[in-house]
C-alpha cells in the first residue's frame, strides 16, 4: 500500500508541482491550503507525513505544527520562505523532522521525503543493489563493479559513490558528501571532499581528464551524471 503524504501549502503551484513529484514515486497525496484545513485533512486522511509550510494564512505552520504535535508523532517536514534561524529552531524544537527552505528541488523534497519515511520505520530501505549506467553497488557485500570489473574502493570512496548513484543527476553540495561519507558528527572541511572524488574518480573513471561518472557541478559540488 503506498504512503499519504500530506502537502500542506497556499501556493497552488507549489502544490502542484508536489504532488506530480511524490505521485510519480508512488506516493499517494493530499492538499491542504490553510491550517484549519490541514488539521482537518490530518484528521480524516491519517496521512503517514506531512509536508508542512510555515507561511500559511490566518494559521501558521508552527501552531499547526504544535497542534500535530499535542497529539501525534507524524513524521513533518516543513518547508518556508524564512530563512532565520530561529525559525529553523522553533520547527526542530516542535518537533518537526527535517527542514527545508524555499526554494527547492521537487526531487530533493522526495528524497527528504523517502529520508524520513524511512527513518520513521514506514519507509522499506534502500536495494542492497545499485545500479547506475555500467556500474554496480552492492551495499551488502561492499563491493562496486565497472562492467565485470572489480573496483578496489576505500570506505568513504564507496560511501560517496554508492550516495550518489542512488540519485544519478541530482547535484550534492561538498558539505553534503561529507556529511553522508562521515555522518552527522562529522570532522572536517568541506573541501576535503575534493581529496576524496579525485582518489574515487582515478579508481573509477576510464580518463580522469574527461571524467563520464563523477562529474563536476560548479558552484555546487558533484553528481553520478545520468547516462
Given at each position: 500500500?503506498?504512503?499519504?503524504?500530506?502537502?500542506?501549502?497556499?501556493?497552488?503551484?507549489?502544490?502542484?508541482?508536489?504532488?506530480?513529484?511524490?505521485?510519480?514515486?508512488?506516493?499517494?497525496?493530499?492538499?491542504?491550503?490553510?491550517?484549519?484545513?490541514?488539521?482537518?485533512?490530518?484528521?480524516?486522511?491519517?496521512?503517514?507525513?506531512?509536508?508542512?509550510?510555515?507561511?500559511?494564512?490566518?494559521?501558521?505552520?508552527?501552531?499547526?505544527?504544535?497542534?500535530?504535535?499535542?497529539?501525534?508523532?507524524?513524521?513533518?517536514?516543513?518547508?518556508?520562505?524564512?530563512?532565520?534561524?530561529?525559525?529553523?529552531?522553533?520547527?526542530?524544537?516542535?518537533?518537526?523532522?527535517?527542514?527545508?527552505?524555499?526554494?527547492?528541488?521537487?526531487?530533493?523534497?522526495?528524497?527528504?521525503?523517502?529520508?524520513?519515511?524511512?527513518?520513521?520505520?514506514?519507509?522499506?530501505?534502500?536495494?542492497?543493489?545499485?545500479?547506475?549506467?555500467?556500474?554496480?553497488?552492492?551495499?551488502?557485500?561492499?563491493?562496486?563493479?565497472?562492467?565485470?570489473?572489480?573496483?578496489?574502493?576505500?570506505?568513504?570512496?564507496?560511501?560517496?559513490?554508492?550516495?550518489?548513484?542512488?540519485?544519478?543527476?541530482?547535484?550534492?553540495?561538498?558539505?553534503?558528501?561529507?556529511?553522508?561519507?562521515?555522518?552527522?558528527?562529522?570532522?572536517?572541511?568541506?573541501?576535503?571532499?575534493?581529496?576524496?572524488?579525485?582518489?574515487?574518480?582515478?579508481?573509477?573513471?576510464?580518463?580522469?581528464?574527461?571524467?563520464?561518472?563523477?562529474?563536476?557541478?560548479f558552484g555546487v559540488g558533484y553528481k553520478?551524471?545520468?547516462?
Amino acid at each position: 500500500m503506498s504512503h499519504t503524504i500530506l502537502v500542506v501549502d497556499d501556493e497552488s503551484q507549489i502544490t502542484k508541482v508536489l504532488r506530480g513529484y511524490l505521485e510519480q514515486s508512488g506516493y499517494r497525496v493530499v492538499i491542504a491550503s490553510d491550517g484549519a484545513m490541514a488539521l482537518a485533512q490530518y484528521k480524516h486522511e491519517k496521512p503517514d507525513l506531512v509536508l508542512l509550510d510555515l507561511g500559511l494564512p490566518q494559521m501558521d505552520g508552527i501552531e499547526v505544527a504544535r497542534r500535530l504535535r499535542s497529539t501525534s508523532n507524524v513524521p513533518i517536514i516543513m518547508i518556508t520562505a524564512r530563512v532565520e534561524e530561529t525559525d529553523r529552531l522553533v520547527g526542530l524544537e516542535l518537533g518537526a523532522d527535517d527542514y527545508i527552505t524555499k526554494p527547492f528541488s521537487p526531487r530533493e523534497v522526495v528524497a527528504r521525503v523517502r529520508a524520513v519515511l524511512r527513518r520513521a520505520g514506514a519507509e522499506p530501505s534502500s536495494p542492497e543493489i545499485v545500479r547506475a549506467a555500467d556500474i554496480t553497488i552492492d551495499l551488502t557485500k561492499h563491493s562496486v563493479l565497472r562492467d565485470a570489473e572489480s573496483l578496489d574502493l576505500t570506505p568513504t570512496e564507496f560511501n560517496l559513490l554508492a550516495t550518489m548513484a542512488r540519485e544519478p543527476g541530482r547535484a550534492f553540495t561538498r558539505l553534503q558528501l561529507l556529511e553522508s561519507a562521515q555522518g552527522d558528527a562529522y570532522e572536517g572541511y568541506e573541501r576535503t571532499i575534493d581529496a576524496h572524488i579525485r582518489n574515487l574518480r582515478a579508481k573509477l573513471e576510464r580518463d580522469t581528464k574527461n571524467p563520464e561518472y563523477v562529474v563536476t557541478v560548479f558552484g555546487v559540488g558533484y553528481k553520478f551524471n545520468e547516462q
